[in-house]
């Protein structure tokens, strides 16, 4: 029996690989609605099937060795004989692992890609893996403070008069045939995939999110940028229409409507390594057969001001990735080819 995006366990996906006969060195197109495993369900799978396995007493070569079978078995892959070293090791998932007892990971040799996954593993001081964590390079790049890594894409954000601006009142031409208003969003997720049908056309997320601008909210600090942004997502997803809120902390902020929030109380747009009007593709299942752009993301940025006791959010800008550059002049920042040491937050692998 074919099996389709729309069923419900993340374990379909490794059983369609099983029955392909792929090895995790052959290609699979990003969207491949039966053999790509999108970043959500690719960490559902891992952490069913390796949360508990034991690496005590293994050498770091052996170490790395057992867990990439683990992975193979978990995916639904043949086990290879020998692991080639391909950049990434997981060409067919796009995707490198990384085993980690300190929250300082450390990528060597190579510059961090927007759409690679980052496959990491909590291990505990007994040598169990106890989390599985899978991110984008581009969620990476915003974590680092350091400074090793100069994020990539920036833009400077100029608020004009008006307090709302649609820069594109249209959505792209790859996206429009999916759209459609007055869309009931009440019993879906934020954070499942985008479909055909369920998608609201970008000028009414405008006039949703156009009641936002004057309102407020407690200040978590200005150390606690990510708190702000999640009082930010809630709002954002209240006025979607949606009854439930969550963040996943993956790009964009709310999959299913394919939006990006960005909270600005500083002109700096900090993009990481996504460039919002390129062609790459973006890691969501294919609609109906065509595959989403990071261009065809839309883009809501609030600009806003803080007295240190709360935040107003002054100004509304919305615009679809080919349109971001045409409002938000763009410049870059170096890009460092050199190891890379990213300290990972405390609360990265969650509770």
Request: with cysteine.
């Amino acid at each position: 029996m074919k099996m389709t995006i729309y069923d419900n366990s993340p374990e379909r996906y490794a059983e369609a690989i099983r029955q392909s006969g792929l090895s995790i060195y052959d290609p699979i197109e990003i969207g491949d609605p039966e053999l790509w495993i999108p970043t959500p369900e690719l960490e559902q799978l891992l952490n069913a099937s390796m949360v508990g396995v034991s690496l005590e007493g293994l050498p770091l070569r052996t170490r790395s060795k057992v867990v990439k079978e683990h992975v193979c078995r978990a995916l639904g892959y043949p086990v290879p004989s020998s692991f080639r070293k391909t950049q990434p090791r997981f060409p067919g998932q796009f995707f490198d692992t990384y085993t980690q007892k300190s929250n300082n990971l450390q990528v060597w040799n190579e510059e961090l890609a927007p759409a690679r996954r980052y496959v990491i593993l909590r291990v505990s001081e007994g040598d169990l893996i106890t989390k599985v964590k899978v991110v984008t390079g581009d969620s990476l790049a915003l974590l680092d403070t350091t400074g090793t890594l100069t994020q990539k894409y920036q833009a400077r954000l100029i608020p004009g008069e008006a307090q709302s601006e649609l820069i594109s009142d249209v959505d792209t031409g790859l996206l429009r045939p999916f759209v459609q208003e007055g869309v009931n969003l009440a019993a879906v997720s934020p954070v499942s995939h985008p479909r055909a049908g369920q998608l609201q056309p970008i000028n009414e997320i405008f006039e949703r999110l156009e009641g936002l601008v004057g309102e407020s909210f407690p200040d978590s600090g200005y150390d606690q940028e990510r708190n702000r942004g999640a009082a930010l997502h809630r709002l954002v997803c209240q006025h979607l229409g949606y009854d439930d809120y969550r963040d996943d902390g993956r790009f964009p902020d709310v999959r299913n409507q394919l939006l990006e929030v960005k909270l600005q109380t500083s002109p700096t747009i900090d993009l990481g390594l996504v460039c919002p009007d390129s062609e790459e593709a973006l890691d969501v299942p294919k609609i109906e057969g065509w595959q989403i752009r990071h261009c065809d993301v839309r883009y809501a940025l609030f600009y806003a001001l803080t007295d240190g006791q709360r935040v107003t959010l002054t100004h509304l800008f919305l615009s679809t990735g080919e349109k971001f550059f045409t409002r938000f002049p763009q410049f870059q920042g170096k890009v460092l080819n050199k190891k890379l040491q990213i300290p990972l937050p405390a609360d990265f692998f969650g509770g």
